[in-house]
């Protein structure tokens, strides 16, 4: 008989089937993406480059001729011509109170008034003892008259005459310092009925009804601002000078428009008013004062505004959105609309700017259509389709620039 042997396969360890699990989930994985590769479209497969035949949807403008404010932006505070400190000239009771705080009062209306009683008991001494001064003068001028017909007749002595001629001089020095007196009385008075050297707004009272004040007292009754007018100081960098003392020619003026903090609402417009001596060393700015006649009190002391001065103003010029601006290795270019629905990189050379606004000095001819939206995927020859709703016009008037930008006069 023959010897049969039974064989049988070898036992898996568990390791051995994770092996093979792992090896189908890889293939059931690969099969997987090869069929989500075969069902995209052509678009999708070239991951949205333009070239496959698919136009690249854009919004395009128009190169049109407009006018470009050169316009110098800075932060400023605003600055009262003139505070004054109404204070006593005199010592007395505060015996009324005539203004209210934060009253807009005029030059010469009255604030407050001191007790003036004191001094009008002053200015009545003054004035009797101008009296009993006034008699002696006229009894020894009536003296002296007499002597001096005495002196003709030889029938009194010269000393006498000139003694009683140096009393009448001595009576009529008596008489200028009684006046002196009367008048210094008189002042006193005046100065019991305080009023406002200047025009503004009142601020809040330093002291109440009824207490006593002392002349130069340092707190003061109260503190006026002058409002209207009204200026403001701000700063520019030293190489923004030449071109605004270029401006200034004798006779002309320059605008300065103030803004809110968020550079958002106009609060007045005004004109430059003058130019500080010297640049500052130590952040290489200078200073410069705008007024503005704030009719409608606007403005307030001490409050911070955005400065836009107006320098000088390009008209006719070539103007594009800056949105159509693009930089990469050509440099400055935009890309522009060409025959068949394509677009070419087409460099430019830029001029100042306004707001969303830009001047192209060289490189682009008027009537010329740039991509202002979808750049981002564009190339050159690629194939473009023009939105629907495209203004496809000149750009918009500018809009105030962002405070974070420093002037509106430079190249974006």
Not at 157 to 171: E, F, G, N
Not at 262 to 276: E, F, V
Not at 283 to 310: H, S
Not at 369 to 382: C, E, S, W
Request: charged share 20%; hydrophobic share 40%.
């Amino acid at each position: 008989m023959r010897d049969v042997r039974i064989t049988s396969w070898p036992a898996r360890t568990p390791s051995a089937w994770r092996r093979y699990a792992w090896i189908a989930l890889l293939v059931l994985l690969l099969a997987a993406g090869l069929w989500w590769l075969s069902q995209r479209t052509p678009t999708q497969t070239n991951f949205g480059r333009p070239g496959a035949g698919v136009p690249m949807p854009v919004a395009i403008a128009t190169a049109a001729k407009g006018d470009i404010n050169i316009v110098f932006n800075a932060l400023g505070t605003i600055t009262p011509l003139a505070t004054v400190t109404v204070k006593s000239q005199i010592s007395g009771q505060l015996t009324q109170i005539a203004f209210q705080e934060g009253q807009m009062v005029q030059k010469g209306d009255l604030l407050a008034v001191i007790d003036p009683r004191p001094y009008e008991l002053t200015l009545a001494q003054a004035e009797g003892q101008l009296m009993k001064d006034q008699a002696l003068l006229k009894q020894a001028q009536t003296d002296l008259g007499r002597y001096l017909i005495l002196a003709k007749e030889d029938s009194i002595a010269r000393q006498t005459v000139d003694a009683q001629q140096q009393l009448v001089r001595q009576y009529e020095g008596a008489l200028k310092i009684d006046q002196g007196q009367i008048d210094t009385a008189k002042l006193n008075i005046a100065y019991c009925h305080v009023v406002a050297p200047v025009s503004g707004r009142v601020g809040l009272r330093q002291i109440d009804q009824g207490n006593y004040v002392t002349a130069n007292d340092t707190t003061g009754l109260v503190v006026i601002t002058q409002v209207q007018p009204i200026t403001a100081l701000f700063s520019l960098p030293e190489d923004d000078l030449p071109a605004i003392t270029k401006q200034l020619k004798p006779g002309a003026s320059l605008e300065v428009d103030a803004y809110d903090r968020n550079n958002t609402t106009k609060l007045a417009a005004g004109k430059l008013a003058s130019i500080d001596n010297q640049v500052d060393t130590t952040t290489g700015t200078i200073k410069l004062r705008a007024q503005f006649d704030n009719a409608d009190g606007m403005l307030f002391p001490n409050q911070f505004v955005n400065i836009r001065l107006l320098v000088d103003t390009v008209r006719d010029a070539t103007v594009i959105p800056t949105a159509a601006v693009q930089r990469g290795a050509p440099g400055t270019f935009v890309y522009v609309v060409k025959p068949e629905n394509t677009v070419g990189v087409q460099p430019v050379k830029l001029g100042p700017s306004e707001g969303e606004r830009v001047i192209v000095q060289s490189g682009l001819e008027l009537g010329q259509q740039v991509v202002v939206d979808g750049a981002d995927k564009l190339r050159d020859n690629a194939k473009i389709a023009v939105r629907d709703g495209n203004a496809n016009t000149a750009p918009a008037a500018a809009t105030p620039a962002p405070a974070r930008q420093r002037r509106s006069g430079a190249a974006p």
